[in-house]
């Protein structure tokens, strides 16, 4: 079903790059599929992306996809990169009257935090043509991110009546998220209002959601069906922890 989590909110501003398993599609090929692409742009910036899906028999299919993503950034400690493992195995029955999807999805992310400009009167009477040299607050920082998520969802077609069949479905999936905020160095000025006297500064965030769903519906995503009206009704649960961490 589609589903939308408020858990996913924590790293909303990266949802360009990490995928919510919950919403992700599986790729069903008779033949191997295999795509590989790679971009360098003016900067520097760098994107590699290789997908493949191989079929294992007539009903089974596993697909891998691993991304890599950098880039230096336009100003002084902006540097950012991302990288992506994903891979689906799927199998449906001869008679499409069952289902096993399984999904798995590992991300990183580490991002260089500057601060801003030290000096803006530098930027905006233009006096350094190559922003890289320009000074900013912070040269130490950083923050990562690191996600893991898996998903198994199930389906199985309990009778037809009328020429309308009834499914039964189950939506298991765990995601996990931990960030973590570090300066090595943080003697600027930038934490003067904060009171931190510390060699090493350090904040993290770990956070975990389990969710179940128990589902019965008219159609599924994978066989055809001449119903006009689709149905769809079920029961929820999901756990959500937070803690902060090492």
């Known amino acids: 079903p589609d589903r ?14 990490i995928v ?3 919403d992700d599609n599986f790729h069903i090929s008779n033949t191997p599929i295999s795509n590989a692409y790679y971009s360098m742009g003016a900067k520097n910036e760098q994107l ?4 493949h899906i191989q079929p294992i028999d007539t009903n089974t299919n596993i697909s891998l996809r691993y991304t890599l993503l950098s880039s230096p950034g336009v100003f002084q400690h ?13 199998y449906i029955s ?8 399984f999904s798995l999805s ?13 000096n803006t009167d530098e930027f905006e009477n233009n006096e350094n043509t190559d922003k890289q040299f320009m000074t900013t607050k912070l040269l130490t920082a950083e923050n990562r991110l690191k996600n893991n998520q898996f998903l198994l969802h199930q389906t199985l077609k309990l009778f037809k009546l009328h020429n309308t069949p009834l499914y039964a479905g189950y939506l298991g999936g765990y995601s996990n998220m931990k960030k973590v905020f570090e300066d090595a160095t943080p003697d600027s000025m930038y934490y003067s209002k904060f009171n931190i006297n510390e060699k090493n500064l350090y904040d993290s965030l770990f956070t975990q959601l389990i ?7 008219n159609y599924t995503n994978y066989a055809e069906t001449d119903n006009k009206i689709k149905v769809q ?4 649960h999901e756990y959500i922890k937070s803690q902060f961490c090492d």
Do not use: A, R, W
């Open 106 to 118: 590992l991300n990183k992310v580490k991002l260089n935090e500057n601060g801003g400009l030290l």
């Open 233 to 236: 009704l079920g029961l929820k």
């Open 20 to 22: 919510n398993l919950f």
């Open 4 to 17: 939308e989590h408020d858990f996913f909110d924590l790293y909303k501003n990266f949802s360009h790059l």
């Open 94 to 101: 001869p008679k499409k009257n069952y289902s096993t999807l």
């Open 211 to 217: 969710s179940n769903i128990i589902y019965f519906s």
């Open 48 to 51: 590699f992306q290789i997908f």
């Open 78 to 90: 902006q540097k950012s990169d991302f990288s992506s493992f994903h891979t689906n195995l799927s």
